[in-house]
């Protein structure tokens, strides 16, 4: 079986979907990689430790994805690529299934058997699968990183002869996975953290990470698998009135809140932005999905009333090198899962292979999709 590892073409996507580790991983189960020539040059993992690990390097990309029986991406592969490719190869990747339908379908007539990360099942077997964890836990600890660049202040509280530096006040909006990495990296910098996310078990893992949890009188709203339910209008019209104090107490506003499959919500406003202290940072990193803040515009920095909005874009691929390290285990994990004596066999009883299974025999297979294809 010839696993392909190929370079990839999104603009400004620096990760690739294995790494010189990972590589040895698959071999050693039997498999042969083929990886592209200069696939892991972005993400510092050049030609040569690919090859010590007994991945062959390939610089033609038309071969590579000719040839290949199983195909390894970060992002959604093109047109152009799609086309290039064998019926019946299977494909591994976040290939936003739900956001884009017409690359699915045409994954579908192509007769790629896809499997879309988006879609794993978030149960505890599946955790070494989880890109979408990966992923957001270098936003989030990005997202900070990228704050604290911009502020023209210090996180950290400092005393010296020349007078005392206050600590930052960090807030986070949305407490998943990146906004708890966004705790944890903001307190590791110094800063007094508060967070508020709508899950009911936010409250207690804000607190063990040492940040006070902001209450706000409005009922938890939990969806199924660990996620946010959509909120009603009403709800986040009452949720923007009741943060509205804290956010203009704040040097600095993290926002990572979402809903599976829905527009991001919007938390912070125009006018909340104008409430806080020139020089403020708003980091919004859901700005590719909508928003949590009005302004927000992804890839750019709007300055507002002397307040910097970040439009996050790709974060996690401007720190390239973990990104994919993790990536691409995620990646190897779901391979693996699918590979017995050397060849590709999905056991589709398997609720992780059937749950991420996208693409099957010529035809769009899982629920979630099927609907919108
Ligand atoms: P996500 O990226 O979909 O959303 C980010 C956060 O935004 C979530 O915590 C959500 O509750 C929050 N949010 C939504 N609307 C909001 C609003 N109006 N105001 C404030 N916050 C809002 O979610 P995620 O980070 O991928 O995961 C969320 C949770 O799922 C995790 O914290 C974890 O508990 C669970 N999870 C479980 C597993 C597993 O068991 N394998 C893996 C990953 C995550």
Do not use: W
Request: aromatic fraction near 4%; charged fraction near 20%; glycine fraction near 10%.
């Amino acid at each position: 079986m010839r696993v392909a590892v190929p370079t990839e073409v999104a603009e400004g996507e620096r990760r690739v979907a294995a790494v010189p580790d990972t590589v040895g991983r698959l071999v050693a189960a039997g498999l042969s990689v083929c990886v592209q020539a200069g696939a892991g040059e972005r993400a510092a993992f050049p030609d040569p430790a690919y090859a010590e690990k007994g991945a062959a390097i390939e610089p033609d990309p038309a071969g590579l994805l000719g040839s290949a029986d199983a195909l390894l991406k970060v992002r959604p592969p093109t047109s152009a690529e799609i086309e290039r490719l064998r019926p019946g190869t299977a494909l591994i990747g976040l290939l936003n299934p739900v956001g884009d339908p017409d690359r699915i379908r045409a994954l579908a007539g192509r007769g790629v058997t896809a499997f879309a990360l988006e879609l794993l099942p978030r149960i505890s077997r599946a955790q070494n699968i989880d890109a979408l964890s990966s992923q957001a836990m270098v936003a989030g600890y990005r997202a900070v990183l990228m704050a604290a660049d911009r502020l023209p202040r210090f996180f950290p509280m400092s005393m010296t002869a020349a007078g005392t530096v206050p600590p930052a006040k960090v807030l986070v909006l949305g407490a998943g996975v990146a906004g708890l990495q966004a705790i944890a990296t903001a307190r590791r910098l110094g800063a007094v953290v508060a967070a508020y996310d709508v899950r009911a078990a936010a409250k207690e893992e804000v607190a063990s990470l040492g940040a006070t949890f902001v209450e706000l009188p409005l009922e938890t709203q939990d969806g199924t698998g660990g996620y946010a339910r959509e909120q009603s209008e009403t709800f986040l019209n009452d949720q923007r009135k009741l943060i509205g104090r804290h956010v203009a107490a704040s040097d600095v506003v993290i926002t990572t809140a979402a809903i599976p499959g829905r527009p991001a919500p919007v938390l912070v406003t125009e006018a909340m932005v104008a409430s806080m202290r020139p020089g403020s940072v708003v980091v919004d990193l859901a700005a590719e999905s909508g928003g949590n803040c009005e302004l927000s515009r992804p890839g750019e920095d709007v300055v507002s009333d002397g307040v910097v909005v970040v439009g996050a874009r790709n974060v996690a691929s401007s720190m390239p090198a973990h990104a994919s390290a993790l990536y691409a285990r995620n990646v190897a994990n779901l391979l693996l899962l699918m590979v017995r004596g050397g060849g590709f066999a999905p056991d589709y009883d398997d609720e992780v292979v059937a749950g991420t299974c996208v693409t099957r025999d010529g035809a769009v297979v899982h629920p979630a999709v099927r609907g919108r294809t």
